[in-house]
């Protein structure tokens, strides 16, 4: 997730329908009017892989592998969580970690308030963005750390190439006595969760990845019950629900970032990717900006919809 363009965005409008997903003028009947309107790419990172959203402190969050080559499971000490501003430009290239933490290879990023959850290979980060203090938590089991969500006071973790979900509780554990508690809520259902997404109607929106295979769309209910949304599409990564319903998801097969519903399946909106991966979306008075990390590219892409 993130990149260049023209700023013109109204904060307190997007603090207030961050959660809604969509632009205050855009309703949910017109979503799907929603088409690229400019495309802009900014360079200079190494390896990013996730971008969060902050409206409140106007600012966007990149996740960086650092180091040379694309090793994302090595533990070499390189990432680092870079902060930029709605425009793209970079406010401070290592915000994140503090001297004496250290981080490997940063992946999914999800902001709440003013908590950073970020997820890195076998344990989970949670950090204030005020102060910056963070606390780290292992994941007993887990392969691969890739996407962190938040619904309620439940943290979630994907792990697609153990083909496991973990559930943390509770969520915000920065200040929490004694250790959270961790449980895998999925496990070998062929799903291999990579991005995550609380739905409007409660149940945790999740798509798959695997090196050579596809996997599709899927949903876990509040009671634990996994339901196939789509086929077997894509080798996906990103995950973001608007208001109609519809998603917005990036694939590495197609290198593209689509548009997808049960009703009119998958309409790319841009494509050109080698890698797209975890984006963040940021409402706008006339639209969408979509911020869109491109991990071996080392790029990140700026995404306006609008109509």
Sequence with gaps: MSRGMTAGLILSACMAVIAAGIAPAASAADTNKLRVISDQAVTGFAFPESVGCDPAGKALYVSQFGGAELKPAEKDGKGRISKLSLDGKVVEEQFLPTPGEILNKPKGIWIRGNRL??????????????????????????????????????????????????????????????????????????????????????????????PKETRGIYSLSARGELKELSKAIGRLDGLYQMNDGTLLVTDWNSGSLFRWSARQGVETLASGFKGPADFCVVPEAKGLLVVVPDLPKSELRMIRLGR
């Design 117 to 210: 959850w970020v997820t890195d290979i076998d344990v989970v980060w949670i950090f204030d963005l005020k102060t910056r203090k963070g606390r780290k938590l292992e994941l007993p089991g887990i392969k691969f750390a890739n996407d962190p969500a938040v619904r309620g006071n439940v943290l979630y973790v994907s792990d697609n190439r153990a083909d496991q979900l973990y559930r943390i509780e509770p969520a915000d554990f920065l200040n929490a006595k004694g250790e959270p508690k961790v449980s895998v809520v999925l496990s070998g259902k062929s799903v291999q969760p990579n991005g995550l997404y609380p739905a409007k109607d409660g149940s945790l929106l999740l798509v798959g990845f695997m």
